[in-house]
């Protein structure tokens, strides 16, 4: 599912008023006319006091709204503050699914770039970097990423 972003930088996912199932682009919706589209252009609220837009209309015309998304303690994106663990929510549908990352974000961390031991906070970068390279190797403790490192140049310079 597409992330979308609102005006405090929080995610927010679309979600029709009345179903209560979540949406994303490329999804069929129904007018307050009946007549039918497909989510195409998505203009998540600027302001508090916005609605967003859908295809460059308000997000009402289609019975959409925006919610606020937050990743809960069993690892599915949920509206915030709508289901707790057990997932006895007022929303039918709601899972989104959460993507997992290694390390939380603000953890320290060190990864090998090169012949360099690279030390790193990890954040939004850090997740767009792990989402192009998952399987990129980090380490916790600087000493075992110079470990690493002087094992991978004894393995290329054959020492």
Partial sequence: MRKFVDYSGKEVAIMHSVTKKF???GD???????NRDVILHVEPPHKPSSSGRINNYYAGVYDLEFVRVECSEDG???EAGSCSKNNRCKYPNCLVPCKQYPLYEGQDYWTINNYD?????WDDV???????????????????ACDALIKKLKKEFNV
């Avoid at 031991?117 to 906070?121: K, N, P, Q």
Wanted: glycine residues 2%; negative net charge; charged residues 40%.
């Fill in 23 to 25: 949406l994303t682009i």
């Fill in 28 to 34: 069929e919706i129904k007018s307050f006319r009946g």
């Fill in 76 to 78: 599915v994106k949920r």
């Fill in 117 to 121: 031991v690279v030390w790193s906070v």
């Fill in 126 to 144: 850090s997740e767009e970097i792990h989402d192009e390279n998952p399987d990129k190797v980090y380490y916790l403790v600087r000493e075992d």
